[in-house]
């Protein structure tokens, strides 16, 4: 019986499942609604679907996109937890940074949010070290096994644990996490050393905490879901790689952007399969939209990522998310205008069309009253209500005094410029020109509105993948084994010997994590990286570092790169300026496991002579008969000419007019603006 590899992205309105026939490269497809109460449920009901749909065959692997850690901060379900700190440091939280949420122009307005350990949960235990790891005072065992019993006499289950400088040493971390586990052995324990070993006390003390929060639901999903499953399975990190369920239950933080991490990689593959190596990717879901920038192939990663209101300064892909999905809610301001989003209906009740008791208008049924979108979801497994779509549109524009026309188009104009200004701050700020760059848009809501997104930011084009709502889940079957590794050493004379030593001991622990996960020690990979800056700066740009030995011309190189990125980013660079140093902070690594990808074949279905299969009564400046396809019935070079709607499984594309949509050899839709009629 020939097996399949399947991935299973968990998103807030739908469960995407992609599977894969390991001899054939054949891939299958498919989508259930996501269960909020117990993700597990829309899990197993997906993976079911998709075997039934594939005949059956036997599973070899399963790769699991899941939004359970991000759901828990989004949400701010942070309880019971504490904090163990360096003795006089236990206002770390409540200093913070001195920066400002939307810059100095809030500043009188904006109130403090709540620490994520409010004060009187912090504990703190004596002894220091200094910054290069040397013991100043010794560890205070007894105050150490104080503050573990008071933990646990308040019934306080997780427990993160920072101290000063331990990213040099971190034997008082170790020491402090054994005295817990002995006097307070139902604690959960998160420490900094083993979370981020990085300076930056702060920073270092809010990843470490957030791990800690998450770490006890996690591993309940996992073992719940692993007892339901009955196999192994891996789980999606933010970094771009996977990691077996067993391992990723000791890091959770590494999975809180897990689902569109992976949406970004199978953007990346199919982008750059079609010939497009350099990419916008637009990942629209139920909840939100995800967006990416894929410059070579590769998406661009971060270490200054948040999730929620909490800084996380693990690397993961640079993703900004806003909340403008198909469920974003629509409402109107105190002062009487409209607004949608970031409030969204989720999949239960979901919007007024899906006939569940909801109340709000929602970006859905602006669509579905528009006639943009067909009157059922998932090729008819899920009807929806379009009088009650229009109702509440109708509802709504009455509040506002417009036409319903109006008040629909206008929550789609207010998405699409959501969507837009997401997308401009991740190019402009990487000093990139968005009009050089076409998009990649997937996800069930993701192609609903290309045509504006294309006027707005000037896009040479959009290519809408086939079976859009699934590329998250196939980027799940794309991703390599990644753990990734640092080491703060500042120094402006790097010392060649001790960074060997560093790379060397860094990379021990990625060969060990490789070990548990299979890989035997010819198919380990090793990508060093350092983080740079001129002396004096706050923050680091971060360059790839050789392999092989470390020598001047090692060291020549890496400055070299250091010097072409700053000014790339900035535009200025003191490459010849001997009045500025260069500062070393932080040396990488990344340990790599490669798989076997999954080829993009190319779609030889349809007809280059396409015939609408119906029309239907749309709105776009008018109403108006437009022609329907069927995506299905289009083969490489078709052209469709808008206005029209092209219908799929999992996904619609409104097509305004004065827009063509061409089909490319591997069955792409690529969306440009076309010349005007008339």
């Not at 402090?176 to 324990?189: D, F, N, Q, S, T």
Request: net charge negative.
């Amino acid at each position: 019986m020939r097996s399949v590899r399947i991935g299973v992205d968990t998103g807030g309105t739908f469960t995407d499942v992609v599977a894969v026939d390991e001899q054939t490269g054949e891939i299958t497809t498919t989508k259930t609604p996501s269960t909020p109460a117990d993700p597990a449920d829309g899990f197993l009901e997906g993976v079911r679907k998709v075997l039934e749909k594939a005949g059956g065959q036997t599973v070899s692997a399963v790769v699991h996109g899941t939004t359970v850690a991000t759901n828990q901060l989004l949400e701010d379900r942070i309880a019971d937890l504490g904090f163990v700190t360096t003795e006089g440091f236990e206002f770390i939280l409540e200093i913070a940074r001195q920066s400002v949420p939307d810059g100095y122009g809030n500043s009188y307005f904006w109130v403090k949010p709540p620490r994520i350990v409010p004060v009187h949960r912090v504990r703190t235990v004596g002894g220091r070290l200094d910054h290069t790891g040397a013991e100043v005072r010794p560890f205070d065992e007894e105050a150490a096994v104080a503050a573990a019993g008071w933990f646990r006499e308040r019934g306080i289950t997780a427990i993160g644990v920072c101290f000063l400088h331990s990213y040099a040493n971190p034997a008082h971390e170790l020491r402090m996490r054994e005295i817990l586990e002995r006097e307070h052995p139902g604690a959960v324990v998160s420490i900094s050393s083993d979370v981020l070993r990085e300076y930056r006390e702060y920073e270092r003390s809010v990843t470490t905490l957030v791990d800690a929060a998450v770490k006890p639901t996690m591993r309940r999903y996992i073992a719940g879901l692993a007892d339901r499953l009955g196999m192994p399975f891996s789980v999606m990190k933010s970094n771009g790689g996977v990691l077996s369920a067993a391992e990723v239950v000791n890091q959770p933080i590494t999975t809180v952007l897990s689902g569109p991490a992976a949406g970004a990689l199978g953007a990346a593959l199919i982008a750059s399969t079609a010939g497009h190596p350099s990419v916008i990717t637009l990942d629209g879901g139920g909840t939100s939209t995800d967006v990416a920038v894929v410059v070579d192939g590769e998406p661009s990663l971060t270490t200054e990522g948040s999730v929620g209101r909490y800084p996380c300064k693990i690397p993961m892909i640079d993703i900004v998310t806003v909340g403008a999905g198909g469920g974003s809610v629509a409402w109107i301001s105190p002062e009487g205008t409209l607004k949608v989003g970031p409030k969204s209906a989720g999949a239960d009740p979901g919007p007024l069309c899906y006939g569940r008791g909801s109340t709000e208008v929602t970006v859905t049924d602006a669509h579905v009253f528009l006639g943009r979108v067909p009157p059922h979801l998932l090729g008819g497994e899920i009807p929806l209500e379009a009088e009650a779509a229009r109702q509440g549109i109708e509802t709504l524009a009455g509040k506002l005094g417009l036409s319903p026309e109006r008040t629909a188009a206008g929550i789609l104009e207010i998405s699409a410029f959501n969507q837009s200004n997401a997308i401009r701050r991740l190019t402009v700020k990487r000093g990139l020109d968005v009009r050089d760059f076409p998009m990649v848009a997937f996800g069930g809501s993701g192609p609903l509105l290309v045509c504006r997104l294309i006027d707005i930011l000037g896009l040479p084009s959009v290519t809408v993948p086939p079976d859009p709502g699934n590329v998250s889940a196939f980027g799940l079957l794309t991703v390599d084994v990644k753990n990734d590794y640092v080491r703060t050493f500042v120094t402006r004379d790097l010392s060649l010997d001790s960074a060997a030593e560093i790379f060397g001991e860094l990379e021990g622990q990625a060969a060990e994590a490789l070990d548990r996960e299979g890989f035997t020690a010819d198919r380990h990979v090793y990508a060093r990286s350092a983080d740079l800056r001129y002396y004096g700066q706050a923050y680091e740009v971060r360059v790839p570092a050789p392999a092989g030995p470390l020598d001047e011309a090692w060291r020549a190189e890496v400055l070299d790169r250091f010097h072409r990125a700053h000014h790339r980013l900035y535009g200025y660079g003191y490459r010849d300026d001997p009045r500025h140093g260069v500062e070393w902070v932080n040396l990488r690594v990344s340990g790599i496991g490669p798989i076997t990808r999954p080829a993009i074949g190319r779609r030889p279905y349809g007809t280059a002579d396409p015939r609408p299969v119906t029309a239907r009564e749309v709105f776009y400046d008018a109403w108006g008969p437009a022609p329907i396809h069927r995506r299905t019935d289009l083969a490489a070079g078709a052209v469709v000419a808008g206005p029209a709607v092209i219908e799929e499984y999992g996904s619609t594309l409104p097509l305004h007019p004065g827009f063509t949509a061409t089909v490319d050899a591997f069955g792409n839709l690529e969306v440009r603006r076309g010349r005007e009629e008339g």
